[in-house]
């Protein structure tokens, strides 16, 4: 039977969770900030969203009540930039005029932008969580600051691997690393899908990424050029942007006959299930990922990878068990660990079952294990 005091304290402690975000898309941190809602939902836990207006994505099924914040992102950098400060004026002013959240409400960041939500907390005596997920952060001076400003406001970092927690040491505030974990329904439909190394004998290479240089878009490019004259190979490339930034990005570039080129999409699990070979040809020298949520989804549905050398995917893939760990500016041994496996059986069914055995290391419940006990102290204060 349960202690009295105990029930007590678990119905009245807990804090209410004011959760804030800026862009609201299909790419790894708002999924994983839907993972950190549902793992901290509770009856007698009041939370609370705030996200830009600007996207329509993951969250919009968090189950949460949510309050947009003016964001407006646009094609131009110098214009995004501007309309990103403003969005954190904005979203200030939306918590500051919102009188019911309490008054030891915690505040927590999802990636270093909404720094909007930090200065409340800062200002109003409340405790802030940085869920910090970026390394590469562009121009510098931001970057600076940004991490100046969770320096200034947060109570403890959360980090996404141990890479990411030794790439962006924040002074003087207590971190702790927690590996993000695949979505429970997600992974449940991965479990009871089965690999097929070639269907209709084409080779299937899929690569998820944002349409940016440094996530390797023309190491991939030249790739699939090297490639072409193999008609059993084809690539997917799935960017999280629409049709019109695909078409400003291709223009004037020939685009190979071997590759197709999606839109953003909601159901990554479509290409996934047809992939025989999943790439992250991020370039270790302009952006280290923090993770690779993509590359452990791949690997759930028994994908083989390809992964940079350095941060998250690192150490989520054994070189030669789970797949290759390649330098992509290196052409030559990228082109022939691809081949490698388009050409062997054997050995990409051997790659697809240790993928799928490790993928189950990152499970939801041990997610949420993990992040009760890391924010105990602040969330469940006795």
Request: a positive charge; aromatic letters at 10%.
């Amino acid at each position: 039977m349960d202690n009295p005091k105990t029930a007590t304290l678990g119905r009245e402690a807990k804090r209410e969770i004011i959760f804030c975000h800026l862009l609201n898309d299909a790419s790894g941190s708002p999924r994983i900030l839907k993972s950190v809602i549902k793992a901290l939902a509770n009856d007698n836990m009041r939370t609370k969203l705030f996200i830009g207006s600007s996207g329509q994505g993951i969250l919009e099924g968090c189950g949460i009540p949510i309050t947009r914040y003016w964001y407006f992102r646009s094609s131009y950098k110098f214009i995004t930039l501007f309309t990103y400060l403003l969005s954190q004026v904005s979203l200030l002013y939306a918590l500051i005029s919102d009188k019911s959240i309490e008054k030891n409400a915690v505040i927590y960041v999802n990636t270093l932008l909404p720094f909007g939500g930090a200065l409340f907390g800062k200002l109003t005596g409340k405790k802030v969580i940085y869920h910090v997920h970026e390394i590469s952060i562009a121009p510098i001076p931001l970057k600076l600051f940004l991490c100046w400003m969770a320096r200034l406001c947060s109570s403890k970092n959360i980090y996404v691997s141990k890479a990411h927690a030794e790439a962006l040491t924040i002074a003087n505030v207590p971190a702790v690393q927690i590996y993000n974990a695949l979505d429970e329904e997600f992974a449940a439909i991965a479990n009871h899908t089965a690999y097929q190394y070639r269907r209709d004998n084409v080779f299937n290479i899929l690569m998820i990424a944002s349409l940016r240089d440094y996530k390797g878009i023309p190491e991939l490019l030249l790739l699939v050029t090297i490639l072409e004259h193999r008609k059993d190979i084809r690539f997917d490339l799935v960017v999280n942007d629409e049709q019109d930034a695909i078409d400003r990005y291709f223009f004037g570039k020939a685009k190979p006959s071997n590759l197709t080129v999606h839109s953003r999409t909601d159901n990554s699990a479509t290409f996934y299930r047809r992939a025989s070979l999943v790439l992250n040809l991020s370039r270790v020298d302009a952006w280290v990922e923090t993770f690779g949520l993509t590359i452990l989804e791949a690997m759930a549905y028994g994908v083989p990878v390809i992964v940079p050398p350095v941060g998250g995917p690192a150490e989520i893939v054994n070189d030669a068990v789970q797949g290759y760990v390649v330098d992509s500016r290196i052409t030559a041994l990228l082109n022939e660990k691809v081949l490698e496996l388009a050409d062997n059986s054997d050995l990409c069914i051997a790659m697809s079952q240790a993928a799928r055995y490790r993928a189950n290391d990152f499970s939801f419940q041990f997610f949420g294990n993990e992040l009760r006990q890391a924010l105990k102290d602040i969330i469940y204060p006795i």
